[in-house]
């Protein structure tokens, strides 16, 4: 499998300005990267308070909208979210933002969600946080549902919907590159249950052993959508945080990044 290089933080720092994200987004696709990746939070805590890498007044932007400025301004590049935090967001809005992003770029959407590690973000929101890892794999089922079924249809717990259509459908078929974030062992069994491949953060040589031998053991389950991938992605922008779960204290600006 070819290496394939991702510039992540395309929402953050001098990325969070339209001139500057537009210049970096231009010059990494003239320069031959594969992939542009953003993460999110919502709300930072104020004041900062661990495991939160960022201060309450650094500067984020939401990565559907920012993805959606960059694919104005390119023309091969991929767009992936570098994450969303899927459990805080209304999955058929999410499913409608993403499908428009898709069509919007000629189908150059990378789907990347996580569950989020931030308590005080989820307690602002009103999302469950202890619940988040159940929420993510209803909303997951949920998307999928209204992206890919005649007559979409879901009954679960945290999403329930019938008798409703969402078009355009994405580009892409049957989905988008589902990518799964976090470092646990329920997010590795998630990316190869439910995803297309797994996004990586903050990783060194050594952090990157537990990662391959948790997907070795989710693997002993029956996967649903093939046996993950993995990317290199590079921050372009420094000041970025797109991981699902706190980085160490000594983090290289690599990552790395799954998709099909």
Excluded at 119 to 138: N, W
Excluded at 159 to 184: D, L, M, N, S, Y
Excluded at 243 to 260: D, E, F, I, L, Y
């Amino acid at each position: 499998m070819p290496l394939k290089l991702g510039l992540f933080s395309m929402t953050t720092g001098p990325c969070s300005h339209p001139d500057g994200a537009a210049r970096v987004a231009r010059a990494a696709e003239a320069a031959g990267f594969e992939s542009l990746w953003g993460g999110e939070h919502v709300v930072l805590p104020d004041p900062q308070a661990p495991p939160s890498p960022l201060g309450p007044g650094d500067r984020i932007v939401d990565p559907i909208v920012a993805l959606t400025f960059l694919a104005a301004h390119t023309s091969r590049i991929r767009l992936g979210t570098g994450i969303i935090i899927l459990p805080q967001r209304n999955p058929l809005v999410l499913a409608k933002e993403l499908a428009t992003l898709d069509v919007m770029s000629n189908g150059r959407l990378i789907f990347g969600v996580g569950v989020g590690y931030l308590e005080p973000e989820f307690r602002a929101l009103g999302a469950p946080f202890e619940e988040r890892g159940r929420v993510t794999d209803e909303y997951l089922a949920a998307i999928r549902a209204i992206w890919t079924e005649a007559a979409p249809a879901y009954r679960g717990r945290f999403a329930a919907f019938e008798r409703v259509q969402a078009h355009p459908q994405p580009v892409q078929k049957p989905t988008p590159p589902i990518v799964i974030g976090g470092h646990t062992r329920a997010a590795f069994r998630r990316a190869v249950q439910q995803g297309h491949g797994w996004y990586g953060f903050a990783l060194d040589a050594t952090r990157r052993r537990r990662p391959a031998a948790s997907t070795a053991y989710a693997r002993q389950r029956p996967p649903s959508r093939g046996r993950p991938t993995c990317r290199r992605s590079r921050s372009a922008c420094p000041r970025g945080d797109g991981s699902t779960s706190p980085p160490p204290k000594r983090s290289p600006r690599s990552a790395c990044t799954g998709s099909s």
